[in-house]
């Protein structure tokens, strides 16, 4: 059987970093999606966050609340 995840957060590497951070210590399983290409170090520095889709209900309120941290 495979995970399906969701996508729920694109930003930079350190907030992408943060907010997976929280989520883990909250239990909620995260997958973080990088366009760095190791050998290279060439990024523009954009990650995606993604969760398993059974812990998006969980995971809702602490990435809104985070979003909003972020945008003060």
Known sequence: MTES???VFTEST?????LKTLLD???????IKS?????YEITNYI?????LNE???KATPIIEEF???IAE
Request: charged residues 45%; aromatic residues 6%.
């Open 14 to 18: 350190l907030l992408v970093k943060r």
């Open 67 to 69: 979003k909003k941290e």
């Open 47 to 51: 990650d995606e966050l993604f969760i």
């Open 25 to 31: 210590a909250e239990n909620i399983h995260s997958r």
């Open 55 to 57: 812990d998006v209900e």
């Open 5 to 7: 995840y969701t996508k």
């Open 35 to 39: 366009d760095k290409i190791p050998a």
